[in-house]
């Protein structure tokens, strides 16, 4: 007889806490039931949910959930956290690394925060709550002849808000260079209850007319960015504007699909073969190789056309498949092949503009052995990825799309633009050769052309290679782990800073003190200072003291040790604690 | 058909799909491209409602994948039934979640319901009721069987047998006859023979939508005996549910039929574009139209009604926001009306404010459900809409050409 599964139960608080919490925002809103709470356990980029769940760990599991709809109510439920000492993490869809680690904790869900603030025409900026996503930021900028330059990873599930405080890729990188650099303003509410505004808002009132990042108020916004929710809650941003020349509304797609006969209208290519937004073209090129590839596409950043510059086939091919089947289908008869990569081109000014960008890239790619894609020449590449025609601009189906098999972490390996692409295609290589594919077909693309994204005018290319492993199978996972372990250790080996998003994130900024140097230490008196009780997204971030003794010396986990083996296989520095056990010494001993 | 055809699932089947879910959040607002405002970008009402992530496709993926697993127990959560029918089964999640990742949450949120009927501890105690008026009287409303009829207007009486059938269904059988009477009229015009099953019984809809399988099989199979008995060719529908329950569910409760199926807009649409049928002008009129989940999202027939719409001169058709596979559901169904009135009312009010932001001042559908719930709103709101079933405004002015 098979032993019964075991339940996994939540620990609820205190009843005086949930009615402090119902006072503040009404009983409705709060929530401790537990399928209520089961819903917030699994998150997108967070392999250690997904291995947590597998094994049963009850601290996945919520305490109860409460949804504010302002920021005084956020205000009111971080200072009852504080009165009572309990852990709390917020969040907007849960995107990256959001499962709490301690078994009592309170999400705070900002999913009522839905509100566009302000549209400000002139100064070209837009003030919205944490739960407005960039697919409503770009519908309602649209109208208005503006859009904030482009969409993050995945819009419907990356929202400004919440990117801020983790990373901020989108198609356009080339021009408009991401979230970072188009935040104005934020109101935070710090993890001891204070409501601080920042950047444009600094000076209260001066946040409707956010004209720039730079002043008036100090730039305290780095310290929130790329904090990984550690550091306070966003309850509003301000975030650039910029001209959008493309109409109203996104041009209509030529069919839409329905339920019952979705594979049979896929396979006649029914829908996602929307047309480009006037004066917006897109232009795709292949080249013969990865080191041509590179060459052209820094090229054609630092001439100065083109509003996004992107490359990587295989992605491409798998994305704008309408199935799974087809992406494989593509894959497997290498129909976009290898090497391509496109530029996005736009009449701001007018059409000539176009016209005469068109020019210089044709030069550009004659120079550097670059070909055009056209109706004579592989018009059938050109075909497959018509839904890159809106995809740029509002990220509709990029990430998850891929090969529908998730993608689970990214790695990306910023600076020294041209060879950090042809390093990341080797050790990818070198990668499946150790570890082995965590997809059969999938993951041995990013040994031959990771996807690269051009920023900045080349300034930095960024390098994603994904793994794709089955979120039911544990095995998986793990081998996923290890692959992690091994990127990470390479990386930090060639000199590399490493993928953004691990970085914030615990047990990788510990277990890699090379970062910085010590930048986990910087967190954690960071953290001191900003959240003396070390009471939001507590243990994901950033350890304290006594976590650190626990979950790099005392009782380390499957993560810590997968890095730490990946360390020692690699010959990067032995790590040795201090005698106190709260840190590593550092510059730590070389390894023999 | 396509994939969906097969037997109906159990939960614990859906394994692979429920881990699958990574919270793209695909479910919870139209497909990206498709959004026009922040007003009307919404796509699950359950969610917009409620705002858990439970009241959500991807909540509702997560909840099954607990129960699957055995991490939760039907009886650890109070809300649970509440948040497994407190959802329309709209489909807009799963078409925008089959564009992504290839899943399809309404048959977890079903294979959900199916197996807290097999508990004892579902359905919702008013989808109980459908259950036990159709063990009674053939039809969810209670109403006598023998009455099913009552509605068959004098100037367009059915043949007593014919090739084509037209299978009513119980609203516009006891609810929204105006529908049914038009209907006939439609067909009596377009000069289609056609009969009305003798002894037809509710197609099981509603309780398929609410986990109530066992009984919708005697359904199935005394319709599928009484037309197969009397050698109907071709089923008419006007109700969008019954359409689409005779062609997804059927065959996955053993109702296979060698049979032609189709919805009246279909029929009337292709009279029309052959040129057996023309339409007489009306005044001038702004119209917009509804698209119903399960002929539009779920069947894909959303060129039908527009083709029939815009033939008719005087007719100005202007389309809502959210429209064809994107559109907003009326409220109506998955057994929320009947269990979760001001979720259903919450819904219709939100499709009507969108219908008047168009400038329309009639709101045109083709499913009495929907008929029945945008009329409700349109009532409860008190505002200068007009609803019309599109075959009420085809009966009026049809011609043969």
Known sequence: MSEKPKRVEHQKLPREVIRALQDVVGPEWVSEDRAVVEAYTLFTIDLGSFLRKHTRDPSLLPSCVVLPSSTEEVQAIVKIANRYNIPFAAFNNGQVMNSPVYSKTIFIHLARMDKILDIDEENMSMTIQPFVDYVTIQAEARKRGLWNGGSGWHSATAKPASQFTSAGLWQTDLKYQGLSRNVLGIKVV?????????????????????????????????????????????????????PWVGGAFLPEDTGRPSIAHYYEEAKQQKFDNPPPPKRYKLYWFEYPNLETLVEGLLKIARSGIGIGLNASGFYFAMMCARTSM???????????????????????????????????????????????????????????VTPWNLEFAVNTVTGMRTVRDWYLTTSITPYAPFYSAIDARDVWAEAMKKIGPTHDLFSPLGA????????????????????????????????????????????????YYGSWMEVPGEPFASSYPETGPNMYLIWRKYRKVFDPKGLMMARRAILSDEEFKKAQIEKPGGAVRTFRKWREILGLPKLKPTPDKTAWEYPAEPSE | MGWIVGPFKRLEDYREEVWHCIRCNWCKIGFGWNVKSQKYHWNCPSFTKYRYDAYSAQGRMHIALALIEGMMDWKDSEKLLEIIYACDTCGACAINCMRIMENNPVEVIEALRARAVELGIGPMPAHKRFGENVKKTHNVYGEPHTDRMKWIPEDAKPSAKADTALFLGCTPAYRKTDIARATARVLKASGIEY??????????????????????????????????????????????????????????????????????????????????????????????????????????????????????????LIEMERNKDQAWCCGAGGGVRAAFPDLSLWTAKQRVNEAIDTGATTLVSSCPFCASNLEWAIKDMGVNMKFQDITQIIEKIILRS
């Open chain 2, 195 to 316: 009969m009305i099953l003798p002894d037809e019984w509710c197609c099981g809809s509603p309780l398929i939508r609410t986990g109530q399988l066992d009984l919708a099989k005697e359904l199935v199979k005394h319709n599928v005996e009484v037309i197969k008995s009397l050698g109907i060719k071709r089923l008419i529908f006007n109700c969008a549910g019954c359409y689409r329950c005779f062609s997804i569910d059927y065959p996955k409760l053993g109702g296979d039929l060698d049979v032609e199926l189709m919805h009246i807009v279909e029929l009337v649409a292709d009279l029309y574009e052959k040129g057996k049928i023309k339409f007489k002008e009306v005044p001038p009129e702004v119209v917009t139209y509804h698209d119903p989940c399960h002929m539009g999202r779920y069947l894909g027939v959303y060129d039908p009604p527009r083709t029939i719409l815009n033939a008719i001169k005087g007719i100005k």
């Open chain 1, 190 to 242: 710090l993890p001891t209850g204070e409501i601080v505004n920042m950047g444009s808002h600094a000076v209260v009132g001066t946040g409707k007319y956010s004209f720039t990042e730079r002043f008036p108020g100090p730039k305290l916004m780095g310290l929130i960015k790329n904090s990984f929710g550690t550091r306070g809650i966003i309850t509003e941003i301000t975030i650039k504007l910029h």
């Open chain 1, 326 to 384: 087809e992406a494989r289908k593509r894959i497997e008869q290498q129909l976009v092949p290898p090497y391509v990569g496109y530029v996005v081109i736009a009449g701001i000014s007018c059409e000539d503009q176009i016209k005469y960008e068109e020019k210089v890239l044709k030069q550009i790619l004659e120079e550097t052995g670059g070909r055009l894609l056209s109706e004579e020449y592989k018009p059938d590449v050109l075909k497959a």
């Open chain 1, 448 to 495: 031959i052309c990771p996807y690269l994204y051009i920023v900045d005018r080349g300034h930095q290319i960024e390098t994603e290679i994904d793994q794709f492993p089955k979120r039911n199978d544990f095995k998986q996972l793990l081998a996923t782990l290890e692959s992690f372990g091994f990127l990470k250790s390479t990386f930090i080996k060639k000199l």
